[in-house]
């Protein structure tokens, strides 16, 4: 039975990841016949105004990569999905229902993440790097470098708006205990400035400084909601015992 269960869940997991790749590469594919539109749109946040390609498939496989990318981010929300479709069955009815929440609040976070990094990240990130060159230091700009940078830098900001959301995912369902957090911040804050290195596109102070603030900030706030709803589940249990 239990090796039954076990095959069960596998062919679900299969099955899930399968649905998301299939959405990721439908979607790519359609990315692809408006690539041309999103890497311009890109371009246009640089303090330069063109990006040179420097071989003759380079401006082809740039509009793969920013349909990849397209399709990736507009499967999100999908994906989200079929992660929770996959755990879903195993929690409860009220987990559900809480667990939903979460799945609603993983895309806003994810979106929000976005606008973060197109509106300020890269922009002020990009300002500061460029304010190194001089009179004769110029840039000239490869577009699969650049694009990189921009793509990397979207989709990370996106992924690392998640943190917080994991944080009070794993207070609430008490896989991790509130007080331990509480105990281990200084540890988490170390965790949260390396994800930041590792995901963020360049590795300058700047950059890290201007993504981590929100996101120690949105760390905190999640471990105050946690602490706030661990607050009202005691006085509700408190409550039903001496009832």
């Given amino acids: 039975m239990d090796r039954a269960t076990f095959i069960d869940h596998l062919e679900e997991l299969r099955k899930r990841l399968l649905y998301s790749i299939v959405c990721v590469g439908v979607l790519s594919t359609a990315g692809f016949f408006f690539s041309r539109k999103i890497l311009d749109f890109l371009i246009r946040t640089l303090p330069v105004k063109v990006a040179y390609f420097f071989s003759p498939t380079e ?25 929770w479709a996959f755990i ?47 009179d004769n230091l110029q840039p000239l700009i490869n577009v699969s470098k650049v694009l990189s940078f921009l793509l990397w830098g979207l989709l990370g900001a996106g992924l690392l708006f998640q943190l917080p959301m994991l944080v009070f995912f794993l207070i609430k369902f008490n896989i991790v205990s509130l007080k331990t957090v509480a105990k281990h911040q200084a540890e988490a804050i170390v965790i ?44 509700d249990e408190s409550g039903e015992a001496e009832s």
């Avoid at 399709?71 to 999100?76: D, E, K, N, P, Q």
């Avoid at 929000?112 to 060159?133: D, E, M, N, R, W």
């Avoid at 949260?192 to 290195?197: D, F, M, N, P, R």
């Fill in 59 to 83: 401006a082809f496989m740039a509009q793969i990569k920013v349909a990849l990318f397209a399709g990736i981010f507009l499967s999100f929300p999908f994906v989200l999905y079929q992660t």
């Fill in 88 to 134: 879903g069955p195993g929690l409860t009815r009220k987990e559900q229902k809480v667990s939903f929440s979460y799945l609603i609040s993983g895309i806003l976070l994810f979106l929000t993440g976005l606008a973060f990094g197109y509106f300020v990240l890269i922009p002020f990130g990009l300002k500061f790097l460029f304010s190194f060159g001089t």
């Fill in 192 to 235: 949260i400035l390396a994800a930041v290195a590792i995901i963020t596109p360049s590795a300058d102070a700047f950059s890290m400084l201007l993504i981590s603030l929100p996101l120690l900030i949105l760390y905190e706030l999640s471990i105050f909601i946690a602490w706030l709803s661990f607050r009202k589940r005691r006085r």
